[in-house]
């Protein structure tokens, strides 16, 4: 396992359209563990190959509480097949825009196929925060970020936060001081 950077924003490789995985294989179950050392390091609770540079459409998660075991899970080719009409809020963050936070609504429940690290496939219906996770998360394989959902005035000015801190630190990682990995969906 090794530790991988994180993208940050404005990194336009972001904003790609990650490619379906075509093999389970001995290099995707290595850059799956590599995700969770990643994941768990940065603190988050979710995060998608694309975050660290991999255009692939993998994702991991720990939905765990602090005192709960581990609970890893890995969607391989996550797809989202229904969304519910009913909405729910839930403020978001992610690994990829540190320190940055905003209520975000998305359907209260939806159903996902995917495969897992043996190359079977599932299908999962989920609520709550595994579902709004698994949507940020989606949306990372489809180049496509948080703060989309936030008003265009709200996304300007986080871009410009970004943009200017890009400059200043020339390719440096900022380093988000919040370690509470609930904060942090990926």
Not at 6 to 15: A, E, G, S, T, V
Request: glycine content about 4%; charged content about 30%; overall charge negative.
């Amino acid at each position: 396992m090794a530790l991988r950077d994180i993208l940050i924003l404005p990194d336009k490789r972001l904003r790609l359209k990650s490619e379906p995985v075509t093999a389970v294989d001995k290099s995707l179950r290595k850059l799956v563990d590599d995700m969770f050392e990643t994941m768990y390091a940065a603190p988050g609770i979710g995060l998608a190959a694309i975050q660290v540079g991999v255009p692939q459409r993998v994702v991991t998660m720990n939905l765990a509480k602090k005192d709960d075991p581990p609970s890893p899970l890995v969607f391989i080719n996550p797809e989202v097949t229904w969304k519910a009409d009913e909405k729910s809020t839930y403020e978001e963050g992610c690994l990829s825009i540190p320190e940055y936070y905003e209520e975000v609504e998305r359907p209260a429940a939806v159903r996902v196929k995917y495969l897992d690290l043996e190359g079977k496939p599932h299908e999962i219906e989920a609520t709550g925060l595994l579902a709004t996770c698994l949507q940020h998360e989606i949306d990372h394989t489809n180049g496509v970020l948080f703060i989309d959902y936030i008003s265009k005035l709200k996304r300007d000015m986080v871009m410009k936060r970004f943009k200017k801190a890009a400059k200043k630190t020339e390719g440096a990682t900022p380093l988000a001081d919040d370690k509470e990995p609930s904060h942090h969906i990926g």
